[in-house]
């Protein structure tokens, strides 16, 4: 084997092994979707350019089949997409169960809490901290040095073959990074659907339930650590149950708020065990609802959020004297003219200094 041909399998052999990672370096699609019980469903697309899948040199079937675990995959007939030679694979798993082998990594991590009032679900899968390499190893060997050098190819101690930009390459791996650089398809795709309504994602929210993220990957540096989404879904016989109960003390105009708060994750939902109901403070989720709404009145919703976090009015257990005095000093009648008056003025000195 000619060194530039041995340099072209140890390259498309490191691509492969990125794609067995789920963070492939020619181009993988994978969509994720889970299910209200915990259990998974997924479609997985991995390409490589025609060229190099006509020279033998680009089975996906075998290299990223082997991350995907025993059972529960089917693959699909290949088939072409513009300069792309397809493969899809479509996945089922049980709750608790990975869709990828056992010591397959990065994989995706789907978990769910159950809590009092709402079931919260999380994605998350780390990402390679760096790009394709742009250096190969050869076998180091007199013979392998010597064909190297024969083809006018630098060598270096070790048996190592230094590609810099295209040169040197071969025409499939040239043309194969040629694309990664200008295909928009090229690179990583994820998205993922979680039940309920993303409350948290680092990625690009293109549904109520479903996130996405794009990687390229000739850029020197990933844009993620890790990629990450978090749902919640209501738990409605828990949210009518108190509902029932703030009726029950006369707030019953409160229970559109109490939906709003559970789905915005910022009134106390403890975690339940098995079939625990918990006890329901129905005056205290008053109170908080209260600070919410008048919050939401004088700031908006997002910097509501973040005060009744920051205040810890979310916790499990919030100390109901301390919840009593926010209440008081938010339902003051000056309390959301003050805050106007006081924008008002900061932002008169910032524009008009």
Not at 115 to 137: D, G, N, W, Y
Not at 205 to 225: G, N
Not at 266 to 277: A, F, R
């Amino acid at each position: 084997m000619g060194s530039t041909s041995g340099v072209r399998v140890v390259v498309l052999g490191m691509a492969l092994a990125a794609l067995v990672a789920a963070g492939g370096c020619m181009f993988v699609d994978a969509q994720f979707t889970m299910a209200p019980d915990g259990s998974t469903t997924a479609r997985l697309e991995a390409g490589v350019l025609k060229s190099m899948a006509e020279q033998g040199e680009g089975d996906l079937t075998t290299d990223l089949g082997q991350a995907l675990a025993a059972g529960k995959w089917r693959e699909e007939a290949a088939f072409e997409r513009g300069p792309w030679q397809v493969q899809a694979w479509v996945g089922e798993a049980g709750p608790g169960e990975s869709l990828f082998a056992e010591g397959a990594e990065p994989q995706p991590a789907f978990a769910m809490t159950r809590h009092l009032l709402s079931t919260v679900c999380q994605f998350s899968m780390p990402v390679p901290e760096q790009a394709m390499e742009t250096k190969a190893t050869v076998e180091g060997t007199a013979a392998a040095e010597g064909e190297a050098r024969a083809e006018g190819e630098e060598w270096a101690e070790g048996g190592e073959v230094q590609v810099e930009g295209l040169e040197g390459m071969g025409e499939a791996v040239g043309e194969m990074m040629a694309m990664m650089m200008s295909s928009g398809e090229s690179g990583l795709s994820f998205s993922v659907e979680l039940p309920g309504e993303i409350v948290r994602t680092n990625g690009e929210e293109i549904a109520p339930s479903r996130v996405a993220w794009k990687i390229d990957l000739t850029t020197e540096q990933m844009p993620y650590e890790e990629l990450s989404a978090q749902s919640r879904l209501v738990n409605w016989p828990g949210v009518g149950r108190l509902g029932g109960a703030l009726t029950e003390i006369g707030r019953w105009q409160m229970v559109p708020a109490l939906i709003a708060g559970v789905r915005r994750g910022v009134v106390p939902d403890p975690v339940v065990e098995g079939s625990e109901e918990g006890e329901l403070d129905a005056a205290l989720y008053a109170q908080i609802l209260d600070i919410m709404v008048a919050l939401d009145g004088a700031v908006g919703t997002q910097l509501a959020d973040e005060i009744m976090l920051e205040l810890g009015l979310n916790a499990d257990a919030p100390d109901p004297a301390r919840v009593a005095q926010i209440a008081e000093r938010v339902l003051a009648d000056d309390f959301a003219a003050g805050i106007d008056s006081g924008v008002r003025q900061r932002l008169l000195d910032q524009l008009g200094g």
